[in-house]
């Protein structure tokens, strides 16, 4: 017996035919497996939701089930036959169909009425775990919109013993710093960024710091990470390859750091203080959001920043590493093995995150303080002029100033006698009024008894031999 024939409506009634697309072809078991979000087409793909920049890969299912409908006519039933202006006609009915509000950041939840955070939950290849409670659902949810996964599946019992042996190795001169990782192990799964902190790990080569890199990135999943190097995130469309990714690993970045520009720096601060940001991308609309990306910063030396204010530096959580093993000790096959222990490291990183619950910061590493120290001198030169120089004291009351001329002479003496590069009176200018809110340089005549000019209010000039006197007192 043959089977009765469906129908569709005509062309001319193209929202009614998206509507019943949309259960036919774009939905399984009720949940739809498509949608439209901010510009783009998102497919499902059985443990999340991943963009699909070819729009070919949405039609070809309307051909096909439109091949397989009928028409209803006058005169009895005709194919629906579609064309090629028929499906294009369609596109967009069906982007309103299937469209889902730009305004949420992911992940959220497609329909109301769930009671769990999103927040809350860690997407692995067997289902979903509610890290805050605990509780692991089996299967896929589609119903949760969230553009990444965990590459492996979720084993409770699952151990680590060569990552920890690694770790014991690593970090036996900073427990501190391997506490410090941990937590940013978990930070890292759990898709939070409300902490506001960078990862930086500083060290030789063979230290470790590679291995503790790519164990994050495939505990993460490296194909949700992106390598952006510094020049590029200060470029036009820098920062379009960071959507949707939960982490971003800026690799030894020395060569970058003479190119870094007071835009790539201002990128960062955005990203990790969740702002929201707007973004260029290349022949397509803005992108406008909150980006999901954790920063990890790998380099063998400390970084540099053009960051007259100091703010990178309150940013970053930084680990020093120090033991370097030699080439012909290294276990080669010490990536592959971490690799088979990743449900297990997962396991280690939830143990992080727990104690990051707990006490709501990250762990002060040990060595963190000496790298704090090194990225002000090379970062904040003005910052540490203002320190050393004995002749000048920061007070923040608005009857003090000095003229910048004679700051700026001062400050060509420190250069030379420290060994740094001078900068001319307007950057001066403006970093000092970066490096304090105490400090505000003004084009102004202060007083009766002076010129008009360019003075630096909030600070004082202290006779030498009084300097020098409160200078060895201080020290």
């Known amino acids: 017996m043959a089977e009765e024939p469906e ?10 035919v998206a509507k019943k697309l949309v259960g036919d072809v774009f939905s399984t078991e009720g949940n739809r497996n498509t949608a439209y979000w901010r510009g783009q ?14 729009e070919l890969e949405v039609k070809r299912p309307i051909w096909t089930r439109l091949g397989e409908v009928m028409l209803s006519k006058p005169k009895g039933a005709e194919p629906w036959s579609p064309t090629t202006a028929s499906v294009s006609n369609l596109m967009e009915p069906l982007k309103i169909a299937l469209m889902l509000k730009d305004k949420k950041d992911a992940p959220f939840w497609i329909e109301q009425g769930h009671i769990m955070n999103p927040h809350d939950l860690i997407v692995l290849q067997n289902g979903v775990l509610n890290f805050r409670t605990g509780k692991f659902m089996q299967g896929n949810h589609m119903e949760l919109f969230n553009t990444w996964s965990l590459p492996f599946s979720y084993d409770a019992t699952a151990t680590c013993p060569t990552f920890e042996k690694f770790l014991d190795d690593t970090f036996a001169h900073d427990p501190a710093g391997r506490a410090a990782i941990q937590e940013f192990a978990g930070y890292a799964i ?11 790990l500083v060290g030789p080569p063979g230290g470790g710091k590679g291995t503790l890199s790519r164990t994050i990135q495939q505990l993460v999943g490296v194909e949700n990470v992106v390598s952006p190097s510094l020049t590029k995130l200060g470029s036009e469309f820098g920062l379009s390859d960071l959507i949707g990714k939960p982490l971003a690993v800026i690799e030894d970045a020395r060569s970058d750091y003479s190119h870094t520009s007071g835009t790539t720096v201002e990128r ?22 909150t980006l999901p990306t954790r920063i990890m910063l790998v380099s063998n030396e400390v970084p540099r920043f053009p960051d ?24 080669e096959k010490l990536g592959a093995k971490l690799k088979a222990e990743l449900p297990g490291i997962f396991n280690w990183a939830l143990d992080g995150l727990k104690r990051l619950e707990q006490q709501h910061h990250f762990t002060e590493p040990e060595t ?12 904040s030169p003005v910052a540490n002029f203002l320190d050393e120089e004995p002749t000048y004291r920061v007070t923040g009351n608005p009857s003090d100033y000095v003229e910048l001329k004679a700051v700026h002479a001062a400050y060509k003496s420190w250069c030379e006698e420290v060994g740094r590069s001078n900068m001319n009176q307007q950057n001066l200018a403006q970093q000092l009024d970066s490096v304090s809110p105490d400090i505000e340089v003004k084009n102004t005549k202060p007083d009766a008894y002076t010129k008009k000019g360019r003075y630096v209010f909030g600070i004082k000039s202290i006779p030498l031999v009084l300097a020098k006197e409160s200078h060895q007192q201080s020290a």
Do not use: C
């Open 190 to 200: 759990s898709g939070r960024t409300d902490l506001q902190k960078a990862l930086v």
């Open 41 to 54: 087409w998102w497919l499902f793909n059985g443990t999340h939701w991943e963009q699909e920049e070819n």
């Open 308 to 331: 007259a204010s100091g703010a990178m530096i309150r940013r970053f959580v930084a680990v020093k590493l120090s033991k370097s093993v030699p080439e012909e000790e290294r276990d």
């Open 7 to 16: 129908f569709y409506p005509p062309i001319s009634n193209a929202m009614l």
């Open 268 to 289: 960062l601060l955005s990203i990790i203080g969740e702002d929201a940001v707007s973004i260029n991308r290349k022949n397509q609309s803005y992108w406008n959001g």
């Open 368 to 379: 963190m303080a000496d790298i704090q120290s090194m990225m002000s001198d090379l970062n």
